[in-house]
């Protein structure tokens, strides 16, 4: 299966500023996909991100907030911005990895905290 | 409503015992479902993956069961270890979409 390099793995961030996390795949995968996983919870889909195409994003998330690039098929970003303590979380980046039996494959993630 | 429940929500146990975690879903059309060990921090690591045909899987020392008549999945883990304190998640994915994720076990194991 696909292996996903997520960096950074953490940060600490100042309120106000924004902070840009990058996955890379190590092959080719149509589709990629952004969570928020917030402490103790479950995994929150933030968006879906399209090659060649702008993000689809789920209920409560917005481009202005979540801005998302997908230059290739190996590649993606997804800028936390105007971050607030309520931003700190852990964000993923998964990719759905192809075949009868296709599932995710996830990256290490990114603990952010915002001060 | 495609749905996926998990139970118990928290588990502790002493190192070397068994036990079960279970997982129950109302999805369709069902393609598959997985279960993830997420360490604190860490990204989702898939351990087993089963589709409707598949009633049992084994990974190490973790053995998943489907029944996919009642809708319901297991996970059992043998002679566990501190490594294996992790949140479980079971995710079931949606034919020809996405996936629906469980709220997670959170396994603690202790010496």
């Known amino acids: 299966s696909a292996v996903i390099s997520q960096k950074p793995s953490r940060d600490i961030c100042q309120r106000g500023t924004s902070l840009t996390i990058q996955c890379q795949v190590d092959?080719?995968?149509?589709?990629m996909f952004w969570y928020r996983q917030q402490p103790g919870q479950s995994l929150t889909l933030i968006a879906t991100a399209n090659q060649g195409s702008e993000a689809t994003y789920e209920s409560g998330f917005v481009i202005d907030k979540f801005p998302i690039s997908r230059p290739n098929l190996t590649f993606s970003t997804l800028t936390v911005s105007n971050m607030s303590p309520e931003d700190s979380s852990i964000y993923l980046c998964s990719a759905r990895t192809g075949g009868e039996n296709y599932g995710y494959t996830f990256g290490s993630g990114t603990r952010l905290t915002v001060v | 409503k495609n749905q996926v429940e998990q139970s118990p929500q928290s588990l502790i146990i002493l190192e070397g015992k068994n036990c079960t975690l279970q997982c129950n879903y109302t999805v369709s059309p069902f393609s598959n479902l997985r279960w993830y060990k997420q360490d604190t921090g860490r990204g989702p690591v898939s351990l087993t993956i089963m589709t409707f045909s598949e009633n049992t899987k084994s990974n190490g020392r973790y053995t998943a069961t489907l029944d996919a008549d009642t809708k319901q999945s297991s996970l059992h883990i043998t002679a566990s270890q501190l490594s294996d304190s992790a949140s479980y998640i079971c995710?079931?994915?949606?034919?020809?979409?996405?996936?629906?994720f469980g709220p997670g076990t959170r396994l603690s194991v202790l010496p």
């Open positions: 995710v079931v994915a949606i034919y020809g979409q996405n996936f629906v």
């Open positions: 092959s080719q995968v149509t589709m």
